[in-house]
């Protein structure tokens, strides 16, 4: 029987049980894992290899050819190999005519190349039909089945029967496939694994910076001021003290930073008249990564909470109480309760505990396993109604922190106010405008323009 014969009778559609035999290029750890998932999943597999001798790390049920032998007894081969090794094709040429070629390659950096890897093996064998898939799943993912790691696989090629092939064996593995459309994806394919958490790049650097600026900030304040002008040392605050000033903080103009994006996109709508004019990339960028923000500062609200909750062991504290318990006793003083201070003091916590409870609220419900059950009115509801709603809490536990103490001279060291009167900044200016924008006056034709409307429209 002929080579075009042999390759028909492999692509035409298998109306049995049995699965196609696979041939798979390459004994290395991603090889044999794949290989050894595809047995489990029925498929028949055939190794491609310099060395034709078995090994233990080899799948039982594999067989070990040849490169040219085994390519002659699959249709759909898996090249897992790395670009510089794939000038061995190049003799192969004839043997892998009409042969759907699966390039699983990554590279070390991103655009490490002129053209994708899967371009380049197109081009090195013109006449098969080559697909993109598998190089944004691990070794190690298909070694433990896949239930810690992400369960899409991105396919791409020109050639739709190669690809619906590639993409049956996705489904047949327990991955979900998805079509990224033709070669010209492969290189944006590939560079997606090289990313380094794409989203979190903005908030974790943004965070980065305001806590080295806050961290000074205070350090200036409530270390270097006492010990210039009262000669106090208090340099043993920067182990709690500080970080528990910080976090608040940071989780206070994140949360903040999460709505002030939607406060400019209702402007720029409102003053276009239309929502068909695309955002500036800034804004546009800003407002995907605003979940990343949001999980940010509830890293930080959590790590208030737990620095709170050590400040009655803390020795500076529990010798501040004795020495004033001490200090009473020595002058035959009681200091009567002031109902005032203790209405702010409740007041303030009790505001803190619900504002972290909502954060826990929204940080649970932006998981995919929880906002995939809810439809988009309710996860609007929650992130929108709820999430303005926790920015309220939160700013309100701030001023009720600071009472009575942002008109006190003694707060402005070196005239230089607490750091939580500077957190209170952009939340104030949020809620302020967001006020200002339910307006009837202003949410009216806002509401308008995002269900379609225009007010200068180009076409009728």
Not at 8 to 22: F, G, Q
Not at 152 to 158: A, K, T, Y
Request: hydrophobic share 45%; charged share 15%; with cysteine.
């Amino acid at each position: 029987m002929n080579k075009n014969s042999s390759n028909i009778m492999a692509l035409a559609p298998n109306t049995s049980n049995k699965r196609e035999t696979v041939c798979i290029f390459g004994t290395g750890d991603f090889g044999r894992a794949l290989g050894h998932k595809m047995i489990q999943a029925g498929y028949p597999i055939v190794f491609g290899s310099r060395s034709t001798q078995t090994s233990s790390l080899i799948p039982k049920d594999a067989e070990v050819l040849s490169h040219a032998e085994a390519a002659q007894k699959a249709a759909i081969i898996i090249i897992a190999i790395q670009r510089q090794h794939y000038n061995f094709l190049t003799p192969l040429a004839e043997v892998l005519h009409g042969k759907v070629l699966v390039d699983v390659s990554n590279n070390l950096k991103i655009n490490q190349y002129p053209e994708s890897n899967t371009e380049y093996l197109a081009h090195l064998v013109p006449g098969a039909k080559v697909v993109k898939a598998f190089n944004t799943v691990s070794a190690w993912a298909l070694q433990s089945g896949t239930l810690d790691a992400s369960r899409q696989v991105f396919v791409c090629g020109d050639d739709m029967e190669a690809k619906q092939m590639v993409m049956d064996i996705v489904r047949a593995l327990g991955l979900t496939p998805l079509d990224k459309g033709s070669l010209l994806a492969a290189q944006e394919i590939e560079n997606y694994p090289l990313q380094l958490f794409p989203m979190w790049k903005f908030p974790i650097i943004l965070s980065f910076c305001l806590t080295a600026f806050f961290f000074f900030y205070c350090v200036i304040r409530d270390i270097i001021y006492p010990h210039v002008y009262e000669n106090q040392d208090f340099s043993f605050f920067i182990a709690i003290s500080i970080p528990n000033r910080i976090c608040p903080i940071l989780a206070l103009i994140l949360l903040a930073l999460v709505y002030l994006p939607g406060i400019f996109a209702a402007i720029l709508q409102l003053y276009r008249g239309t929502k068909y004019h695309r955002f500036p990339d800034w804004l546009d960028k800003w407002m995907l990564c605003r979940k990343q923000l949001g999980l940010v500062a509830l890293a930080f609200a959590c790590l208030h909470v737990l620095y709170t909750l050590v400040i009655p062991i803390r020795y500076f504290v529990r010798w501040r109480i004795s020495s004033y318990i001490i200090s009473q006793v020595l002058n035959n003083q009681t200091q009567p309760l002031d109902n005032t201070n203790a209405w702010i003091s409740d007041s303030y916590l009790a505001l803190g505990i619900l504002g972290f409870f909502l954060f826990v609220l929204l940080g649970i419900t932006s998981l995919p396993s929880v906002s995939n059950n809810v439809n988009w009115r309710e996860f609007r509801f929650v992130q929108s109604k709820l999430g303005y709603l926790t920015l309220i809490l939160c700013t309100a536990h701030t001023l009720f922190y600071g009472g009575k103490r942002f008109l006190s001279p003694s707060s402005y060291r070196w005239y230089l106010p607490n750091a939580y009167m500077l957190s209170l900044i952009v939340p104030c200016m949020v809620l302020v405008v967001k006020f200002v924008l339910i307006f009837p006056c202003l949410d009216k034709p806002l509401t308008r323009i995002r269900q379609g409307w225009e007010r200068n429209p180009q076409h009728s």
